[in-house]
C-alpha cells in the first residue's frame, strides 16, 4: 500500500458525523491556495507536498473546483515541473489568472541552466488545463520566488514576486511579456511593518504576496516574519504604492512554519484561503489548504482570522439528479483519487468502511433510484448510500461486482428510498478485504432538486 494510503487509513478514525471540513482536501497534501472565482466556480489552483517530505519536495500543481465553497471536485495535475523543459525542480507556489479568453498560471521553479529559481507561465484554455509553457523560458529570472498576479481596473497588469525581496514588473496585454524592468518595491517599516532580531530583515515581509484591489483600495497580503510565518497586510492607494503596514490577519498557527494567503469574493461574500498541517502526518513539509469566511470592517480593514476545522458555510446546495464526479468531496476518509481511462478523474483505493461526504444534497421530493459508474480487478463491494452521517438513514445499496479490471467500467443501479430534503450524502463503502473498487461517477433519478441559496 502507498504511503498516502496509509495515511488516509489514519484519517479514518474521524467520526463521520464530524463537522470538521477544513482542510478541504484529504486525499493529498497541498499547499500554497491561489483561488480564482470563474464563471460561478471557485477554481483552486495548489501545489503538492509529497508525502513524507522533509524539504520543500513539490514536483506538480494540483486544481480543484467548487460552486458552493464545501463540495470540491478534483482535476488532478495539469501542470507539472516537465511542462518547463527549462526547468529541474520545485513546483513551488504560484498564481492562475484568466485574460482574452486564455488562463495564464505564474508559478516559480528552478532554471536549469543557471541553477536559480525563476518564474515560468503556463497558459490553457480552460481552467482546468491541461497548462503548456507559454514562452519556453523564464519570463523573469532573478533567484526569487512566489509570484502574483493583479490586472487593474484600467487593464494593465501586474507581476510581484519575491523572497527575501518583493519585486513588481508591469506585464503587456499579451501576459508573457513585461514593459520596463523589474523594480523593487522599498520594504520600509512603515509599508511592511518591523521585525525584530534579524538585522538583514528590518520588515515582517517574508514571502508569498497576493495583490488585489477592493472598493478602490489596492491590498498585499503577504506571509509575515519567520519562521513561523503569520499572515499580514499592507494597503495602499496605488498598485505600485506606497505601502502602509495594517497588522496581522492570521496569526501564527496550525502546525505549519510557513503560510501562504489567497483571498477573493464570491457570490456575496469574502473567503480567506490558507494551509496548516492538520492531515495526520502534516506539517511544515506536508500541508493541506483550508478555508474561512469573512467580513471586512466597514473601513476596509481585514479581521483576524482564526483557523477552523469548520471550514467556509455552504453556498447553495448540489443537484443530485445531473452527473456528478465521485472525486466531488467535502470530506474523504481512507480514498484516493488518480487519472481515469474514460477521462477526468476517479476515487480509487476503496476499502471496507472508506467513506466520502458530499453536502447539501438537494433531493428535493424524493430519488427512486442510484447510479454509479464503477470498476473491480477483484470481487467488487457495496455503496451504501447514508444521510447525515456515516452510519445515518440508509437510503439505498448499491452492489459493485468485479468487472475485469481497475479501469474496465460499467454502471450498477439501485433503488432509492427515503432520500427526500436536503441532506449531507455519505458513500460508505463495503466488502471484503482488501481495494473493492474504483468510482467515476454518480447520480440520482426520480425526483426534482430545488436549487437553494445559502448565505
Known amino acids: 500500500m502507498t504511503a498516502i494510503a496509509v495515511l488516509l487509513c489514519v484519517v479514518t478514525v474521524i467520526p463521520g458525523t464530524a463537522r470538521a471540513d477544513n482542510p478541504i482536501v484529504q486525499t493529498i497534501y497541498t499547499a500554497d491556495p491561489a483561488p480564482l472565482v470563474h464563471n460561478g466556480r471557485?477554481?483552486?489552483?495548489?501545489?503538492?507536498?509529497?508525502d513524507g517530505s522533509t524539504y520543500f519536495t513539490m514536483k506538480e500543481w494540483r486544481v480543484w473546483s467548487s460552486a458552493d465553497l464545501v463540495n470540491w471536485t478534483d482535476h488532478g495535475s495539469p501542470m507539472s515541473v516537465a511542462t518547463f523543459t527549462w526547468a529541474s525542480a520545485d513546483a513551488w507556489a504560484g498564481q492562475a489568472v484568466y485574460r482574452n479568453g486564455k488562463f495564464y498560471w505564474y508559478v516559480p521553479v528552478k532554471d536549469r541552466a543557471s541553477g536559480q529559481m525563476a518564474i515560468g507561465v503556463g497558459v490553457s484554455n480552460s481552467p482546468t488545463g491541461p497548462f503548456t509553457d507559454a514562452i519556453g523560458h523564464p519570463l523573469v529570472r532573478n533567484g526569487e520566488i512566489d509570484p502574483t498576479v493583479f490586472i487593474d481596473d484600467n487593464g494593465q497588469a501586474y507581476l510581484y514576486w519575491g523572497n527575501p525581496n518583493l519585486w513588481y514588473v508591469r506585464l503587456n496585454a499579451d501576459m508573457i511579456s513585461y514593459s520596463g524592468s523589474p523594480t523593487k518595491i522599498p520594504l520600509t517599516t512603515a509599508g511592511f511593518g518591523t521585525r525584530t532580531g534579524d538585522p538583514n530583515r528590518p520588515t515582517l515581509y517574508e514571502e508569498g504576496p497576493w495583490v488585489y484591489k477592493r472598493n478602490g483600495l489596492y491590498y498585499n497580503v503577504f506571509a509575515a516574519k519567520c519562521c513561523?510565518?503569520?499572515i499580514g497586510y499592507s494597503t495602499a492607494p496605488g498598485p505600485t504604492g506606497p505601502w502602509t503596514y495594517r497588522g496581522t490577519i492570521m496569526p501564527t498557527q496550525g502546525g505549519s512554519f510557513t503560510n501562504h494567503p489567497g483571498v477573493i469574493d464570491f457570490n456575496g461574500g469574502s473567503y480567506f484561503f490558507y494551509h496548516n498541517g492538520a492531515l495526520p502526518g502534516g506539517g511544515g513539509f506536508t500541508r493541506s489548504v483550508a478555508v474561512e469566511k469573512f467580513t471586512y470592517n466597514a473601513d476596509g480593514t481585514i479581521p483576524a482570522i482564526n483557523m477552523t476545522t469548520t471550514g467556509a458555510p455552504r453556498v447553495g446546495?448540489?443537484?443530485?439528479?445531473?452527473?456528478q464526479e465521485a472525486e466531488t468531496i467535502a470530506w474523504g476518509s481512507g480514498v484516493e483519487t488518480e487519472p481515469a481511462g474514460e477521462g477526468g478523474m476517479n476515487v480509487g483505493w476503496i476499502e471496507n468502511g472508506d467513506h466520502i461526504k458530499v453536502k447539501g444534497v438537494a433531493f428535493g421530493s424524493g430519488a427512486t433510484s442510484f447510479s454509479a459508474r464503477v470498476a473491480s480487478a477483484t470481487s467488487g463491494g457495496r455503496i451504501e448510500l447514508r444521510l447525515d452521517g456515516v452510519n445515518g438513514t440508509p437510503v439505498g445499496t448499491c452492489t459493485v461486482p468485479g468487472t475485469g479490471g481497475w479501469q474496465t467500467w460499467t454502471t450498477v443501479t439501485c433503488p432509492v428510498t427515503g432520500a427526500t430534503g436536503t441532506h449531507d450524502l455519505y458513500f460508505k463503502y463495503t466488502g471484503g478485504s482488501g481495494y473493492l473498487?474504483?468510482?467515476?461517477?454518480?447520480?440520482f433519478t426520480g425526483g426534482s432538486s430545488i436549487q437553494i441559496g445559502v448565505t
Open 42 to 50: 471557485v477554481y483552486l489552483y495548489t501545489g503538492h507536498d509529497e
Open 228 to 230: 513561523s510565518e503569520f
Open 317 to 323: 446546495t448540489l443537484n443530485p439528479y445531473v452527473r
Open 437 to 443: 473498487f474504483n468510482a467515476n461517477w454518480w447520480q
